[in-house]
């Protein structure tokens, strides 16, 4: 790793460490809930490491908890999960120049936080002449710290939980803490327009269609908010003298 490489890592960790706090008690409220399921430590922890995905952690474990077929759990957990599919295909004109390893092992690490804040500094992909302008991969790093950061704050935080469960009793209703704490990142993020067109477009959608099975109404959801941000954000750009 070149000085260069070095300081947008960590710059991109710093990014996201800003919201350590946030991200900790998300991680942590999982560990519990893995804790407090059918699952053994020895299973929680490797569910953690492994899966790395807390919406789809906390709608595995009802169904694992049920006796249900794996494949059955494994395809309610994809659905939950396809959010992810739209991230990939936003990220893939960034970095389609990768090795497919190296593009597997980025889609391991990419979650919602990381992703949302790099399209927000670089929306666009690098063109041609930029990306052999930019030999060192900067904007790769960057993504990477911050990807690490978050990867790094969520077992921390979920691992702590897994570990702790048994201390902490039901009746501090930790289940609310997480999605408070959410909020801590997307306020700030509601500075423009569009954003904030788009978040009430999710927010109205997630809940009109709330009863769709597999939790798809998120998927809908992000679908509607993205597709209102684009147009929100033309309009005003075209509205620009």
């Known amino acids: 790793m070149t000085p260069q490489q070095q300081r947008h890592f960590i710059d991109g960790f710093k990014e996201m460490s800003r919201f350590g706090v946030t991200i900790l008690t998300w991680g942590f409220v999982t560990g519990?809930?893995?804790?407090k399921s059918t699952l053994t430590v020895q299973q929680a922890l490797a569910m953690s490491?492994?899966?790395?995905?807390?919406?789809?952690?906390?709608?595995?474990?009802?169904?694992?908890?049920?006796?249900?077929p794996i494949w059955m759990i494994l395809v309610t957990s994809f659905m939950v999960n396809l959010r992810f599919v739209i991230f990939s295909l936003g990220l893939q004109s960034h970095f389609s120049y990768l090795s497919t390893w190296r593009?597997?092992?980025?889609?391991?690490?990419?979650?919602?936080?990381?992703y949302l804040?790099?399209?927000?500094?670089?929306?666009?992909?690098?063109?041609?002449a930029e990306r052999h302008a930019d030999k060192e991969r900067?904007?790769?790093?960057?993504?990477m710290g911050?990807?690490?950061?978050?990867?790094?704050?969520?077992?921390?935080g979920s691992i702590s939980g897994i570990l702790l469960a048994s201390q902490i009793p039901n009746s501090w209703g930790l289940e609310f803490a997480g999605a408070i704490a959410l909020l801590v990142i997307i306020v700030p993020m509601l500075d423009r327009a569009a954003a904030r067109w788009a978040a009430?477009?999710?927010?109205?959608?997630?809940?009109?269609?709330?009863?769709?099975?597999?939790?798809?109404?998120i998927v809908i959801a992000i679908v509607a908010a993205l597709f209102v941000g684009m147009m929100t954000n033309k309009s005003s750009r075209e509205s620009t003298p």
């Not at 900067?138 to 993504?143: E, I, Q, S, T």
Request: no cysteine; proline share 5%.
């Open 146 to 156: 911050m990807q690490f950061s978050n990867w790094l704050l969520w077992q921390l």
């Open 117 to 128: 804040f790099y399209v927000r500094r670089y929306p666009k992909p690098e063109t041609t």
């Open 32 to 35: 519990i809930a893995m804790a």
């Open 103 to 114: 593009r597997v092992l980025l889609g391991y690490f990419t979650a919602d936080f990381s």
């Open 138 to 143: 900067l904007r790769l790093y960057w993504l």
């Open 49 to 68: 490491l492994l899966v790395y995905a807390g919406s789809s952690q906390l709608t595995a474990l009802p169904l694992i908890a049920s006796g249900l």
């Open 200 to 217: 009430v477009t999710a927010a109205v959608v997630a809940v009109v269609t709330y009863g769709i099975p597999f939790r798809l109404n």
